[in-house]
Antibody, heavy 125, light 108 residues
Framework: QVQLVESGGGVVQPGRSLRLSCAAS????????MHWVRQAPGKGLEWVAV????????YYGDSVKGRFTISRDNSKNTLYLQMNSLRAEDTAVYYC??????????????????WGQGTLVTVSS | EIVLTQSPATLSLSPGERATLSCRAS??????LAWYQQKPGQPPRLLIY???NRATGIPARFSGSGSGTDFTLTISSLEPEDFAVYYC??????????FGQGTRLDIK
């Protein structure tokens, strides 16, 4: 079955960097766009970034633009999120999610299905 | 940025009752709206996309309707496992996509 497993979270000081990974299995990873979505403790959902199935397009939410970089390695079925200049307000559970669309529909749709279990990032001194 | 407002914030109902959750957009999103269910300690699960299409494996008691700025998620007869937080999300002219603040569905 489709599985997404995030890793790389932890406690980091403000201003430092962290890289998250999302290992995918059970589907054709290279055929789907992939997203990062985060959820601050006790709060709602915030979309972070998307990368097209082939890496040709990348887009970011305003709150992370210029600090975070999304990337993927289709040979390793892995999605990444490089987070630099971290702030306290970046504290959240970070989820990776597969886009519902993909090569089969010739489009990245902006719907998230399924999601991984998430990894917690805490930015604190 | 398109703002989604969900109502009510909390809905208290009993198993077997009908649940109606609302999501209003600050401008038209056509039918580019989805609904997600999130239980404590779990990631969200896609229920409905394109306003009215059920995702794979979602029971028929979940249905979505609406277009433009007003949308509804209906659960026809609540099962014990349906008590959770529900989020709407839009993808009109994305990116970005945006989410509503959530509706908590509690057992009465």
């Amino acid at each position: 079955q489709v599985q997404l497993v995030e890793s790389g979270g932890g406690v980091v000081q403000p201003g430092r960097s962290l890289r998250l990974s999302c290992a995918a299995s059970g589907f054709s990873f290279s055929s789907h766009g992939m997203h990062w979505v985060r959820q601050a403790p006790g709060k709602g959902l915030e979309w972070v970034a998307v990368i097209w199935y082939d890496g040709s397009n990348k887009y970011y939410g305003d709150s992370v633009k210029g600090r975070f970089t999304i990337s993927r390695d289709n040979s390793k079925n892995t999605l990444y999120l490089q987070m630099n200049s971290l702030r306290a307000e970046d504290t959240a559970v970070y989820y990776c999610a597969r886009d519902l669309g993909g090569v089969a529909v010739l489009n990245t749709l902006g719907w998230f299905d399924p999601w991984g279990q998430g990894t917690l990032v805490t930015v604190s001194s | 940025e398109i703002v989604l407002t969900q109502s009510p914030a909390t809905l208290s109902l009993s198993p077997g009752e009908r649940a109606t959750l609302s999501c209003r957009a600050s401008q038209s999103v056509s039918t580019y709206l989805a609904w997600y269910q999130q239980k404590p300690g779990q990631p969200p699960r896609l229920l409905i996309y394109d306003a009215s299409n059920r995702a794979t494996g979602i029971p028929a008691r979940f249905s979505g309707s609406g277009s433009g700025t007003d949308f509804t998620l209906t659960i026809s007869s609540l099962e014990p496992e349906d008590f959770a937080v529900y989020y709407c999300q839009q993808r009109d002219n994305w990116p970005p996509v945006t989410f509503g603040q959530g509706t908590r569905l509690d057992i009465k």
